[in-house]
């Protein structure tokens, strides 16, 4: 058994406060989530924190972002 493979299968699983419904039923991933992911998926989502956004493969977290 790979514990490697363990500990990151934990660290995907998705939180309550990663995500929300928005009114047609959608699920929409929070700023949150995306920071905590680490890597922008290119799929134009609502609350993309990477500069520029909606861009797979970028890590670049926004200037306004960043603590």
């Given at each position: 058994?790979?514990?490697?493979?363990?500990?990151?299968?934990?660290?995907?699983?998705?939180?309550?406060?990663?995500f929300y419904y928005?009114?047609?039923?959608?699920?929409v991933f929070t700023?949150?989530?995306?920071?905590?992911?680490?890597?922008?998926?290119?799929?134009?989502?609502?609350?993309?924190?990477?500069?520029?956004?909606?861009?797979?493969?970028?890590?670049?977290?926004?200037?306004?972002?960043k603590k």
């Amino acid at each position: 058994m790979d514990l490697n493979n363990n500990k990151r299968e934990k660290s995907n699983k998705l939180l309550p406060s990663d995500f929300y419904y928005d009114k047609f039923g959608n699920m929409v991933f929070t700023e949150e989530y995306h920071i905590r992911r680490g890597v922008c998926c290119g799929s134009g989502c609502r609350h993309c924190p990477f500069d520029p956004t909606h861009t797979k493969g970028n890590r670049n977290i926004h200037t306004s972002i960043k603590k």
